[in-house]
């Protein structure tokens, strides 16, 4: 299969090639390097080195939980890691020693760990954690006294790094809400500033929005006053989108639309930036002068601008709102009135901890499927290292823990460049340690600064941050007497065959995301099918903002699901190019849908408002008829003639008053039959190449 085999091999040299640039803030760099030196450091100081060394390994393998979020998000995130850590070492440092009870406790551990997938990456590190700290005590076996004292102080490690990652609590308490915000009104800047939609959309913003839909609203949010503003910002975030897709659907004074969308995007940058800074928005109080100069300027006493007119006085008005919020929301001030608990949208909340668990616990869920292979693969691994008592062989189940991922993509990747990250820092350590001076403390300041490099550029590319942390382990051992060269040639033996059991273990028993893709779209188009189910009964607005937030939830969901699929091996070309062409045309619809709900105040003001609510809600049933096809793989065989509906109701609206509202539904009806048609279309042609491909192939000689 040749073009499989060049997928795959593109896809690894993609890998190998491509650096991200590091999201990671440089206060955390910083607080995370010193949570784990400082213990060291003040160890060797007071002749306590073997103290300082467990403290900084509790803060190494909890860094990863320090992660952005509301502050009490990260609280519990790096409490949860910080006690499974000392648990985990508890465990390790009692039954170590003993073969049977150690493949027991890692199966356990394995299959809990990896089944923590479910609760998203964050959760799933906490497990990680825990396979990765008890494998690696278990080497070193102990009394139950010294077991107490060392996972107390592994947990005490995690402790510091959580003290670290709150100090600044009372000063910046809503500095990750202000940060989500910022990012999606910078966000709408750039939306504002492109004339024309693409079909793509804007996918930075639509992750950024959601996001901030559970910085806001989720479990661990804040409760302060100030809140109250940052929700209010929210909304109008979701309406200032609506009405610059509703504008870039008008084709009505082009010159007029162009500098007032101008306008608009110097006022939301400048909302930005006073978030981000946590400062008082002047300059975008500023910019709002400006804007509604140019919205006067434009609009008064002009009646041809139509329907343009109504959008451009609507933004104008949101924007002001947000400016004025945005002052409400800064570190200096809060809203004097009480705040409101904001509450998760019914379509995002999620069930209880336990009842995920036990939804997951089928074969058919992915969580499942990757908590059998990691308990298999982490027993098998110490097992091997074992019997073949390979020096420092806890590095093999280690490496396992880390590179099995729930997806072929993630594991080939964390495998492929584990193995070339510690060969490369193998070359780095061993060139670092010959020309710095044989001391203690000079070691002490090149491990600062390889641990700074592993947390800056972990996000950015993982094979160059793989090599950091090699050096800064094997600095980490050399207190402990561990040879710098001989620990570094275990590592590559012991990591090469960590990674290829990983591999083998996924491929063992896949999960591939070919088989699953389907599902994903068809939620996706569920989604959309609600969204305008809601948007067929104009007076429930809740229903509409709670719906487009699902949508665009679903929507992340499924490219997520495109991007796994297209890393994978032996994907059919076939299915890969309808889920493309399914994902660009939910797209449109997905735009026409919010264009549709920008509208909602002008359809009010038209003749027939029962037919239009029966038009949408005929396209809402057969949107969602298509994902039901595409779900259950089959065509459909009848379609409602939406296209002669919609010519009807064009007909109906030719007596309205409100000319320019009549003719924005007709154009808008027109793009909504034919968006939802096209999606009938690429389904119904994909089941008959499926049905024909077999006879195809039993034609050939």
Not at 375 to 394: E, F, K, M, N, T
Not at 478 to 486: D, L, R
Not at 499 to 515: F, I
Request: aromatic share 6%.
């Amino acid at each position: 299969m040749p073009s499989s085999g060049y997928s795959l091999s593109a896809h690894a040299i993609e890998s190998l090639t491509a650096i991200k640039r590091p999201d990671v803030p440089w206060q955390v760099v910083l607080r995370n390097t010193a949570a784990v030196i400082l213990p060291l450091g003040i160890g060797l100081a007071t002749g306590h080195t073997e103290i300082g060394l467990a403290i900084g390994a509790g803060a190494l393998d909890t860094m990863f939980s320090d992660q952005p979020g509301p502050y009490r998000q990260r609280l519990r995130q790096l409490l949860l890691a910080s006690l499974a850590a000392g648990l985990a070492s508890l465990c390790g440092l009692l039954i170590g020693a003993q073969l049977l009870p150690m493949l027991l406790a890692t199966a356990a551990c394995g299959f809990f760990g990896g089944l923590l997938v479910v609760f998203g990456t964050d959760t799933a590190r906490v497990g990680m954690t825990s396979m990765i700290l008890l494998v690696v005590t278990a080497s070193t076996p102990t009394s139950l006294v010294g077991a107490l004292s060392g996972a107390a102080l592994i947990f005490c490690g995690g402790l510091l790094l959580t003290l670290f990652s709150l100090a600044a609590w009372p000063w910046h308490r809503y500095l990750p809400e202000r940060h989500a915000l910022a990012k999606v009104y910078a966000g709408l800047a750039i939306l504002a500033r492109q004339q024309k939609h693409d079909d793509a959309d804007v996918p930075a913003l639509t992750e950024a929005m959601t996001t901030l839909q559970q910085t806001l609203l989720g479990e661990h949010r804040a409760h302060g006053r100030a809140m109250e503003a940052f929700g209010v910002l929210l909304e109008l975030a979701e309406r200032i989108r609506l009405e610059l897709t509703a504008m870039a659907e008008l084709h009505a004074n082009p010159a007029a639309h162009a500098m007032f969308r101008d306008d608009a995007a110097r006022v939301l940058a400048a909302i930005a930036g006073a978030l981000e800074q946590g400062e008082s928005p002047e300059q975008a109080a500023r910019a709002l002068q400006t804007l509604q100069a140019s919205e006067r300027a434009l609009l008064d006493g002009s009646t041809s601008t139509g329907s343009l007119a109504a959008h451009i006085h609507a933004l104008s008005g949101q924007l002001a709102a947000a400016v004025r919020n945005a002052d409400w929301a800064g570190s200096r001030g809060e809203l004097r009135a009480s705040a409101a608990e904001t509450r998760l949208p019914k379509a995002l909340r999620s069930s209880s901890a336990w009842a995920t668990l036990r939804a997951s616990l089928t074969p058919r869920s992915v969580a499942f499927r990757h908590a059998l292979r990691m308990a298999v693969c982490l027993s098998a691994a110490l097992w091997i290292s074992r019997l073949l008592q390979l020096p420092h062989g806890y590095w093999l189940p280690m490496t396992a823990a880390i590179v099995l991922r729930p997806d072929f993509a993630a594991t080939f990747n964390f495998g492929l460049l584990r193995v070339l990250g510690t060969v490369l820092g193998l070359v780095l350590t061993t060139a670092l340690l010959h020309f710095t001076p044989s001391e203690p403390w000079a070691h002490l300041a090149l491990m600062a600064v390889l641990c700074m490099a592993f947390r800056y550029l972990a996000t950015a590319h993982y094979g160059i941050a793989v090599a950091a942390l090699t050096g800064t382990v094997v600095i980490l051992l050399s207190y402990e007497g561990v040879g710098s060269s001989a620990a570094v040639v275990d590592r590559v033996i012991n990591t090469a065959l960590g990674c290829g059991m990983a591999l083998l273990a996924y491929v063992a028993w896949p999960t591939w995301e070919r088989g699953r893709a389907r599902a994903a779209l068809a939620v996706m188009l569920d989604a959309y099918a609600s969204y305008l189910r809601a948007l067929a009964r104009p007076d429930q607005r809740n229903a509409h903002h709670e719906t487009r937030s699902a949508a665009r939830t679903a929507r992340t969901n499924a490219q997520a699901s495109l991007d796994r699929m297209r890393s994978e091996p032996a994907t059919p070309p076939e299915l890969l190019a309808l889920a493309r062409t399914l994902f660009a045309n939910g797209n449109r619809l997905a735009r026409t849908a919010m264009t549709l709900e920008a509208m909602v105040d002008d359809l009010a003001t038209l003749p027939a408002p029962a037919e239009i609510r029966h038009f949408v809600e005929q396209c809402a049933n057969t949107v969602q008829a298509i994902a039901t096809a595409l779900r259950e793989q089959r065509g459909m065989d009848t379609l409602p003639d939406l296209r002669t509906r919609q010519r009807t109701l064009v007909a109906l609206l030719e007596g309205a008053d409100d000319r320019a509202a009549a003719e924005s539904l007709a154009r808008l009806s027109d793009r909504l039959v034919d968006n939802v048609n096209t999606l009938a279309h690429v389904v119904n042609r994909a089941q008959q190449e499926s049905n024909t491909e077999p006879r195809r192939s039993h034609a050939q000689p």
